[in-house]
T-cell receptor
Framework: AQSVTQPDIHITVSEGASLELRCNYS??????LFWYVQSPGQGLQLLLK??????LVQGIKGFEAEFKRSQSSFNLRKPSVHWSDAAEYFC???????????FGTGTKLQVIP | DGGITQSPKYLFRKEGQNVTLSCEQN?????MYWYRQDPGQGLRLIYY???????QKGDIAEGYSVSREKKESFPLTVTSAQKNPTAFYLC?????????????FGPGTRLTVL
């Protein structure tokens, strides 16, 4: 079975600073990897996903993520954070076929002026 | 607009009562899911359904029940057997394919047991 770890529970960055959220996964084959964002009291929205091909994936809202097989990582990055990026971010890993997706425990991002 | 609706947004229940959370989608997706979200624990899968009239238990199905009589609807019943039901509940749907497909989430229902 697959698993995913988000080691940072809470991160604070200044507006305009760069951001990197960490995600490590465990799965025997090439996984399907996702990053979702959740605003307070809301559902989750997909930011980006990786299935195969180019290991640098571009998403919405200026986010990108890089798949590194050797490190079993799929870290999310943004060059310049905006106050509206304050939210909780979830990394998720899926396997092939009809196997379910497993979500990480989330990283809550706080943006300070 | 296509999407997923969940109702009610807030739900209060007395101990010992069963309650049903509604989830409806008009995305024509075959698969639907129920998750429970608690602070610091991420999303945990309760039940999922890949097709009408079929569903499977997730990681924390005890104390919950579901039905899938229509493609558009996947209601979740929180029974009195669920020992700690206060949580935020999220419904999602996806095209068939399970682990490779994007899941689309509803806005959630916050259940509080009084």
């Amino acid at each position: 079975a697959q698993s995913v770890t988000q080691p940072d529970i809470h991160i604070t960055v200044s507006e305009g600073a760069s951001l990197e959220l960490r995600c490590n996964y465990s799965y025997g084959a090439t996984p399907y990897l996702f990053w979702y964002v959740q605003s307070p009291g809301q559902g989750l929205q997909l930011l980006l996903k990786y299935f195969s091909g180019d290991t640098l994936v571009q998403g919405i809202k200026g986010f990108e993520a890089e798949f590194k097989r050797s490190q079993s990582s799929f870290n999310l990055r943004k060059p310049s954070v905006h106050w509206s990026d304050a939210a909780e971010y979830f990394c998720a890993v899926g396997a092939g076929g009809y196997q379910k997706v497993t979500f990480g425990t989330g990283t809550k991002l706080q943006v300070i002026p | 607009d296509g999407g997923i609706t969940q109702s009610p947004k807030y739900l209060f229940r007395k101990e010992g009562q069963n309650v049903t959370l509604s989830c409806e989608q008009n995305l024509n997706h075959d698969a639907m899911y129920w998750y429970r979200q608690d602070p610091g624990q991420g999303l945990r899968l309760i039940y999922y359904s890949q097709i009408v009239n079929d569903f499977q238990k997730g990681d924390i199905a005890e104390g919950y029940s579901v039905s899938r009589e229509k493609k558009e609807s996947f209601p979740l019943t929180v029974t009195s057997a669920q020992k700690n039901p206060t949580a935020f509940y999220l419904c999602a749907s996806s095209p068939p394919g399970g682990g490779r497909d994007t899941q689309y989430f509803g806005p959630g229902t916050r259940l509080t047991v009084l």
